[in-house]
């Protein structure tokens, strides 16, 4: 498929163009197979079914700022928009194009910080950015690199640049982002070389039928007689099939209270399944204490949030595979949330949440789903039907910013209504019959809009050693 640069003329757009191989134009060729299209700039049609980068409708929100700051505070992300009113001890440039980041660019902090309404020293505001290399990106540096892609993500968008201040504190904020970059010399090169690159990778990726391979890292903690939390670091190690992982605290201190299971991945999700209950088995034997409860969910505990990663391979990471698994699992997921769940958005499980991996890639976005087999099957078994035919899925009820906010809210009534359309697209899927006997009960339990117990010992569902005895939901069976 040939990809298409769609523009308005937009004023620094020559400096683009001057270094662009690919066909460009303020309109698409007509007589011909429909093109991928990048969009840059606001002044065209959107046509419906069309593959594109950049979509019309997300471009307009981001040309508002009230519209920015109100998207970017329901994902999570703080916003700074209005000129003058602070001042930061570290401010960055990040272009990003496709969920990557293309450099990254610093302005040099005074020894001084700034409040209210007191405005810095002028020749601070007019300080250049300079370029950093690889070798001397500092640890908030990353930190911005990975909240420029959040933000971009959040808002619908695909690329652009995003101007991020950290206060001394650590806290990340978002002072500009421009969906129509202002381009240099230097963007203009780094976004041409961008597209360039997402026209080679979209081509490969058309060549190969999916067939994706897939793994997991699901999460439970474990909770004493008194309801206490015991640390998993007590029992198991960092690394192997089985082993403890860590929180943040926000001192940036880290500490290992959570278990998780890391089973062999797979392509076959009935083995996967077998691989994960093995690790339970491992698990078992390493944790010798039997007082003690396994709880997955989301929140079990106030302050301990867990999540059920899931991790891909074989496949090609892009913003259309976030996107499905956003809409088509992660959201009516949402019906199968405790009261509790839903405490660990947006901080964790922000949609479109992912890691590169050297396999692959990790989508984080889920809350602990080892609740019970029944919802374990169920998700993986989506995840591998989404993964395999994602181009197929195209509804995308998470454009529409209420339905956004209905995610995070918890608002399992309005999501309910969504879910026969959904369910439509992925019982027409070409491996559907293959895992309905894993869909279909989930679809069940999905549309009773039963909650999960997340004070539920999983072990009895799963038939694991011994379990503390206690009524149950169904959910958890």
């Not at 007509?30 to 065209?44: K, L």
């Not at 209005?82 to 990003?96: D, F, G, T």
């Not at 309905?436 to 010992?457: C, F, H, Q, V």
Request: glycine share 6%.
């Amino acid at each position: 498929m040939r990809v298409w640069l769609l523009h308005s003329n937009e004023p620094t757009l020559h400096l683009l163009l001057e270094r662009l191989e690919l066909p460009h134009g303020t309109k698409l060729p007509e007589g011909q197979q429909s093109p991928y299209a990048i969009h840059w700039g606001n002044y065209h049609t959107e046509r419906p079914g069309r593959q594109s980068l950049q979509p019309v409708k997300s471009l307009l929100r981001a040309s508002a700022p009230s519209k920015i700051t109100e998207l970017l505070r329901l994902h999570g992300i703080r916003c700074d928009l209005a000129p003058h009113k602070q001042s930061y001890a570290h401010e960055y440039m990040v272009p990003v194009f496709h969920l990557n980041t293309l450099t990254l660019f610093q302005r040099p902090s005074g020894a001084k910080v700034y409040y209210g309404d007191r405005k810095p020293p002028q020749k601070q505001e007019n300080e250049p950015f300079a370029e950093l290399t690889d070798e001397t990106t500092p640890y908030h540096a990353i930190r911005a690199k990975r909240e420029a892609v959040k933000a971009i993500y959040a808002l619908g968008l695909d690329y652009g640049v995003v101007r991020i201040g950290v206060r001394p504190n650590g806290e990340l904020h978002v002072l500009e982002l421009q969906a129509v970059p202002v381009l240099t010399p230097r963007l203009a090169e780094l976004f041409a070389a961008a597209m360039h690159r997402f026209t080679e990778e979209l081509a490969a990726v058309q060549e190969v039928r999916h067939d994706a391979m897939l793994g997991a890292d699901p999460e439970f903690l474990l909770l004493d007689e008194r309801g206490k939390v015991t640390f998993a670091s007590r029992f198991l190690d960092k690394d192997g099939p089985i082993g403890c992982d860590a929180i943040v605290l926000p001192s940036f201190r880290k500490i290992y209270p959570l278990a998780e299971l890391r089973p062999e991945p797979s392509r076959d999700m009935a083995q996967l399944i077998v691989n994960l209950r093995r690790t339970m088995q491992l698990a078992s034997r390493r944790i010798p204490d039997e007082s003690l409860q396994w709880l997955a969910g989301g929140m079990p505990v106030k302050g301990f949030p867990l999540g059920g990663h899931i991790h891909f391979s074989g496949v090609w990471l892009s913003s259309e595979l976030l996107r499905a698994l956003d809409n088509y699992l992660a959201l009516p997921l949402v019906l199968l949330e405790a009261a509790t769940t839903g405490a660990r958005k947006p901080k964790y499980g922000f949609l479109g949440d992912f890691r590169r991996q050297r396999h692959g890639f990790e989508y984080r976005v889920l809350p602990s789903w080892m609740v019970s087999p029944t919802v374990a099957k169920g998700v993986l078994a989506l995840a591998k039907l989404i993964a395999d035919h994602y181009t197929l899925l195209t509804a995308r009820p998470l454009n529409d910013p209420a339905v956004q906010k209905a995610y995070y809210e918890g608002d399992k009534a309005q999501i309910r209504s969504l879910l026969p359309g959904l369910w439509r697209d992925i019982v027409r899927l070409p491996g559907y019959r293959k895992y309905e006997k894993y869909t279909a009960p989930l679809k069940s339990i999905l549309l009773r809009m039963e909650g999960w117990d997340e004070r539920n010992d999983i072990r009895r569902g799963w038939k694991i050693g011994p379990f503390r005895i206690k009524e149950h939901s169904s959910i958890n069976s």
